[in-house]
């Protein structure tokens, strides 16, 4: 829907912004959530919103899964970042439809995450995490869904930050990756061990230092800036796949059984970090 009809979703299209944010918010509803939305002004530019659906308890500790909704350019952005999107969606159903969690949920769909907001206190994942923070919300953990929907069986598609990962990681993009920071491992773990145990899809976790490139590229950096554990779900982006911030991002090039693998394995992360 977002890389077909609603495209492209930079930061001057608030038309589509807005109406992709009516679409996540209508589908977040018709899953059960409770759906509110953050809007924020940002100088110069207008006026842009989070879109959150909550599921379980009302106060308490929070698990929060995002997915940011604009995309790069005049671009279809089907993988970056659609895919994620329709895999947050995803989730909500299978939320909704299962048993309520202990903990509370909450599904975020995040603007702004492109440039010339990225790493910006206008960044939408910035604005919900700090407002987190600031009301004194604990969050038990955050996961960014960062394209989840481009795979490879080709040998050689994979490629890596670095020579030295080679010895561990593959170089056949056919997998999905967990990412963290140095010192929360123990997260990243038990995502990635979760997410196993849903699918047989293979799924690989990394914690590295910031000076590596890309582990800090998405939504979850803004947690990570509040001092709220976090992890990534990707297909690795740009790493992987050549069409990342090109017209080549379409639907057509995604992998919708895997993407559904990624789900059933998030959602198996989910419900465990919610016990």
Same mark, same amino acid.
Not at 54 to 77: N, T
Not at 237 to 266: E, I, K, Q, S, W
């Given at each position: 829907?977002?890389?077909?009809?609603?495209?492209?979703?930079?930061?001057?299209?608030?038309?589509?912004?807005?109406?992709?944010?009516?679409?996540?918010?209508?589908?977040?509803?018709?899953?059960?959530?409770?759906?509110?939305?953050?809007?924020?002004?940002?100088e110069?530019?207008?006026?842009?919103?989070?879109? *959150?659906?909550?599921?379980?308890?009302?106060?308490?500790?929070?698990?929060?899964?995002?997915?940011?909704?604009?995309?790069a350019?005049?671009?279809?952005?089907a993988?970056?970042n659609?895919?994620?999107?329709?895999?947050?969606?995803?989730l909500?159903?299978?939320?909704?439809?299962?048993?309520t969690?202990?903990?509370?949920?909450?599904?975020?769909?995040?603007t702004?995450?492109?440039?010339?907001?990225?790493?910006?206190?206008?960044?939408?994942?910035?604005?919900?995490?700090?407002?987190?923070?600031?009301?004194?919300?604990?969050?038990?953990?955050?996961?960014?869904?960062?394209?989840?929907?481009?795979?490879?069986?080709?040998?050689?598609?994979?490629?890596?930050?670095?020579?030295?990962?080679?010895?561990?990681?593959?170089?056949?993009?056919?997998?999905?990756?967990?990412?963290?920071?140095?010192?929360?491992?123990?997260?990243?773990?038990?995502?990635?061990?979760?997410?196993? %145990?849903?699918?047989?899809? %293979?799924?690989?976790?990394?914690?590295?230092?910031?000076?590596?490139?890309? *582990?800090?590229?998405?939504?979850?950096?803004?947690?990570?800036?509040?001092?709220?554990?976090?992890?990534? +779900?990707? %297909?690795?982006?740009?790493?992987?796949?050549?069409?990342?911030?090109?017209?080549?991002?379409?639907?057509?090039?995604? %992998?919708?059984?895997?993407?559904?693998?990624? +789900?059933?394995?998030?959602?198996?992360?989910?419900?465990?970090?919610?016990?």
């Amino acid at each position: 829907m977002l890389a077909e009809t609603l495209a492209p979703r930079h930061w001057k299209r608030q038309d589509n912004l807005d109406r992709a944010a009516a679409y996540v918010a209508a589908r977040l509803g018709e899953a059960g959530a409770r759906v509110t939305e953050q809007v924020y002004a940002v100088e110069a530019a207008g006026r842009y919103r989070n879109v *959150i659906g909550s599921f379980g308890p009302e106060a308490g500790e929070r698990v929060i899964v995002g997915a940011h909704y604009d995309g790069a350019g005049p671009f279809a952005a089907a993988d970056d970042n659609a895919s994620g999107v329709a895999g947050l969606l995803e989730l909500a159903r299978l939320l909704g439809t299962g048993r309520t969690p202990a903990t509370r949920v909450d599904l975020v769909a995040f603007t702004l995450e492109e440039p010339p907001y990225y790493d910006t206190e206008w960044m939408g994942s910035h604005v919900h995490a700090a407002a987190l923070r600031r009301e004194g919300v604990a969050v038990r953990a955050m996961i960014a869904l960062e394209m989840i929907g481009y795979f490879s069986d080709a040998p050689g598609s994979q490629r890596l930050p670095h020579l030295l990962l080679r010895v561990v990681y593959p170089s056949t993009g056919n997998f999905v990756a967990v990412i963290g920071r140095l010192g929360e491992a123990q997260l990243a773990r038990r995502v990635k061990r979760a997410m196993q %145990d849903a699918t047989d899809l %293979d799924v690989y976790s990394m914690n590295a230092p910031a000076w590596i490139p890309g *582990i800090d590229f998405s939504d979850h950096r803004s947690y990570w800036a509040q001092g709220y554990p976090a992890a990534m +779900v990707t %297909d690795t982006a740009f790493y992987r796949n050549d069409r990342y911030h090109t017209p080549r991002d379409t639907p057509d090039t995604l %992998d919708y059984r895997r993407m559904a693998d990624v +789900v059933r394995g998030v959602h198996r992360a989910v419900l465990t970090l919610a016990r």
